[in-house]
């Protein structure tokens, strides 16, 4: 199976690492060298979508099913589309949302799901909870370069609240490919404040891939007390050998610091941890 | 269909297309594990295509003359703060000392996380960079790039290098972290330079 790419933003190519200047020592680098960017760039345009479905996912949050131009090449799991409407005034209201869906492979038409939590005093989040089925929304994607997965294992997602999204394409991208590695070669920890605030629970709950950690309220006959997530409950999920592991960690910024905090306790290097934050700080 | 407008007043004639003021909040973007530097243990290298390489310790810089930037921040992931400050030192001083060599065209700032970013040398110099360890008149929390950051304001902020350690001198550009994966080049927010290509 070929890998799902999104143009030019894939491809590890082999690039040389930074010149060293008349022996100076090398600059220091974080992950595989990215790719340089074409001349002239590959810009990607402003693309009109249609809203194909709606689903709630908990009180605040909905799942937007948009449906893509013909030919939109898949995004690689990890990436975030822009969103844009305008103003009455005319200026534009833009805001990043991270797909949560597997790649749509062809023959499969173009789609990403996005999740959106709404904010009720934001500007953009509670206009995509009024859109209905049929509507459209202008978007430009895919983006990002740094988090995303493109094959790597073992792996190890760590999300809270909304941050699940991306690491939610992720899983489903290892699982559309058919679980590569096997049990253990891929788990998602998700921390919630209760049962009602995880999203995708049909899927996720009682998933072997995943682990729900609740910080509020657990459900009835849970093992685990409700609390913090700790560094107990990522260890079983953080090889003997953690050198080859690939973590990702995503949630508010307070959340983001925590969470790596407790993937490097647990004895993975720093540089082995990529990092998305959004939402409140 | 479209949004109103929050206000019913003109648009902030301070905020570039796209961006939206997020008030007195000051978001946290970041994309490696934040790290602990010690002051006593930071230093700000200058090398590459210079007269002479030259360090600086927490206690040099602090001697250099203090400069301070009031003005606006843009982050590319469209927010923007607006009439905030920091405090540090102009670029242009440091520079000074270390003697940038006639073929120098650009710089790639570093963190010791490995994140780069380039830079036009025309971009960090006559007053557009600073190195600054103070926000608002306090120390510069760690989240957000203290003990000591880059600062280059009137680009997207993801140039103004967290937790900075040097800054290398070229005779040409060098994409960094972000350049190298879907980025701009530049990023001028007035001409919304965010994504490659723009
Ligand atoms: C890479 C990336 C991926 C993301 N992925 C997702 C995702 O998958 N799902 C998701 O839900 N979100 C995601 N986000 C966050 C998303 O982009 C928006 O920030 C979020 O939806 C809030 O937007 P908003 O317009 O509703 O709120 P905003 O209008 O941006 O407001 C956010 C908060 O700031 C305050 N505020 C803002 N402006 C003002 C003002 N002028 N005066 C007073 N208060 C103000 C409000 O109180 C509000 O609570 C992502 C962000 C990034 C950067």
Redesign the interface.
Known sequence: MTEPTAT??TGQAD?PP??T?GG?PP?????P?????PP?????EWVTATVEACTEETAHARTLRLRLPDGTPAHTPGQHYVV??????G??????YSVASAPALPPAPPTVDLTVERLDDG??SP?LHSLHVG?RVEL?GP?????VWRGERPVLLVGGGSGVVPLASVLRAWQQRGRPGGDGAMHLVVSVRSPADLFYAAELTGSPDVTVVHTRTAPDGAARPPGRLTVDDLRPYVPAAPDALTVYVCGS?AF??GA?GL??GAGVP??A??????GP? | ??????TAR??DPRLP??Q?DAGD???????????RIDPSQWSFRI???VATTRTWTWDDVHRLPASVYEGDIHCV??WSKLGTSFGGVSLDTLLAEAGPLPTATHV?A???????TNLPLEHVTGGKAWVVWEHEGKPLTT?HGGPVRLLVPHLYFWKSVKWV?GL?L?DHD??G??????Y??LGDPWTEQR????
């Open positions: 030019g933003q690039l930074l010149p200047l100076l600059l220091p680098t974080l992950g060298v990215g790719r340089r960017p002239g760039g590959a810009r990607r844009r409407v305008r103003r009455d005034d200026s534009w209201a833009q805001r990043s500007e953009l206009y509507d430009r983006f990002g370069g740094w988090f910024a983001a610091e790596t993937v490097v720093a540089s941890v990529r990092v998305e934050a959004f700080s | 269909m479209s949004l109103f407008s929050r003109e648009r297309p796209g939206y909040t000051f978001p946290v973007l970041t994309a490696e594990v934040v790290p090398d590459g295509l992931t469209t790639v570093w963190s010791s996380t490995g994140y780069t989240p350690g290398r070229l060098e994409p972290f972000w350049e190298t994966r879907g701009h080049e994504y490659d290509g723009d």
